[in-house]
């Protein structure tokens, strides 16, 4: 499953009650999902677990993104798809992180 075929699919499963919840409700769930990764890997959970809580961060980055509109995909390709943002290279050579 590619990135846009998973935001779709959250679309689908979720957008009925995402859409009532709002950005803001949202993008509350996410920062909770991260800080459970965070718990995660400080925790030195195993594998099983850490993979969960990459699997709900970034189900419920799709969720925020399709609240506000936004194609992750393009996003994405657009941002980095041609390389490094700051020095445009495809193995990065600078100090900048976007
Ligand atoms: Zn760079």
């Known amino acids: 499953m590619d990135l846009g ?7 689908k499963m979720y957008s009925h009650k995402d859409r009532q919840r709002g950005a803001a409700g949202t993008f509350v ?4 999902e991260v800080g459970e990764l965070a718990a995660a890997i400080g925790q030195g959970a195993d594998d099983a677990r850490k993979r969960e809580e990459f699997a709900d961060v970034l189900a419920w980055l799709a969720t925020l993104a399709n609240v506000e509109g936004v194609d992750l995909s393009e996003a994405v390709e657009a941002k980095y798809g041609r390389g490094c943002p700051g020095c445009g290279k495809m193995v990065c050579q600078c100090d900048a992180k976007p």
């Open 5 to 11: 075929e998973f935001q779709q699919l959250i679309e």
């Open 29 to 32: 769930w996410l920062v909770e």
